[in-house]
């Protein structure tokens, strides 16, 4: 089970931290990532890390402002966004990688925790 939170309004240019805790898996063993998805748009990648922490991946438009990482004592994935911008709003989900940019096949989504950012 995974549930989102963290979310928020916040003026273009602030900052939110979203955070993801997880249960009922190993964690530890898993890449975990941040996906959103936009009202009208498809749910699309944003930010993956691996099992341990020591690599990362970013979807170009939030590369240098957002920075993934996770706490495995904690079972917790954790989404730093700064500079914020209008595009950035959306529903956000985190989920257990199953490729490189993907979440793993049959995944029961949580409930996404909403980012809204305001011009």
């Known amino acids: 089970r995974l549930v989102e939170s963290g979310g928020g309004l916040v003026q273009a240019g602030g900052s939110l931290r979203l955070s993801c805790a997880a249960s009922?898996?190993?964690?530890?063993?898993?890449?975990m990532g941040w996906f959103r998805q936009a009202p009208g748009k498809e749910r699309e990648f944003v930010a993956t890390?691996?099992?341990?922490?020591?690599?990362?991946r970013y979807t170009g438009s939030v590369k240098g402002r957002f920075t993934i990482s996770r706490d495995n004592a904690k079972n917790t994935v954790y989404l730093q966004m700064n500079s914020l911008k209008p595009e950035d709003t959306a529903v956000y989900y985190c989920?257990?990688?199953?490729?490189?940019?993907?979440?793993?096949?049959?995944?029961?989504w949580g409930q996404g925790t909403q980012v809204t950012v305001s011009s």
């Open positions: 890390i691996n099992w341990s922490g020591g690599s990362t």
């Open positions: 009922g898996r190993t964690f530890s063993n898993y890449a």
């Open positions: 989920a257990p990688m199953g490729g490189i940019t993907t979440a793993q096949a049959g995944l029961s």
